[in-house]
């Protein structure tokens, strides 16, 4: 789940600068552990990015973000989302408290193409790359090459479709 790990060193470098992207997408990032955690937030707007742990601590608000592609950068597996869609909303959840390894995401997304052309050719993505997915309507659900459970569900917008992606590692 290559995504989970990029995100975060993305959007600090991406904090530098102004931008004239209107559309950028919401994204919140909560991070932690038995001992601190991180929590980053950020729109087109700037954002913040809090960090504390046994005494010390960091609270700081960041510019516009510029030059965040995450549609570039996202994949499952290699499988990108449909061509010409756009992340509306990213949020992060992830703890290693305990000792165990858990993590969910949620991508909000809008895509060009209607529910079912989207659907079908995500489905061909991933037959292509080697993972497994079942399929009720426009709905995808799989398991990543590292475990994590996901799905894809697309609904009617006008012409073009809306989605959310859920990755759950546990």
Known sequence: MRFAYLLPPMMLLAACGQSDRKDQPE???NAGG?????HIS?????????????????DMKLP????????????????????GSKVAAVDVNASDAD????AKVRLDFTSPAAPA?????????????????????????????????????F???G????????IVKN
């Open 27 to 29: 994204v919140s990032i």
């Open 34 to 38: 038995e001992k601190g955690g991180v």
């Open 42 to 58: 950020a729109g087109k707007d700037g954002g913040r990015i809090k960090i504390g742990g046994e005494g010390a601590g960091i």
């Open 64 to 83: 516009d973000f510029a030059n965040l592609d995450i549609e570039g950068d996202f994949d499952i597996d290699g499988v990108k989302l449909y061509p």
């Open 99 to 102: 000792g165990t390894d858990k």
């Open 117 to 153: 052309k989207a659907a079908d050719w995500m489905a061909a993505e991933f037959a292509k790359k080697g993972t497994q997915v079942t399929r009720t309507g426009d709905t995808l659900a799989g398991r990543d090459k590292d475990g994590a459970d996901f799905t894809v569900r």
């Open 155 to 157: 609904e009617p917008d």
């Open 159 to 166: 012409n073009a479709s809306k989605g959310e992606v859920r």
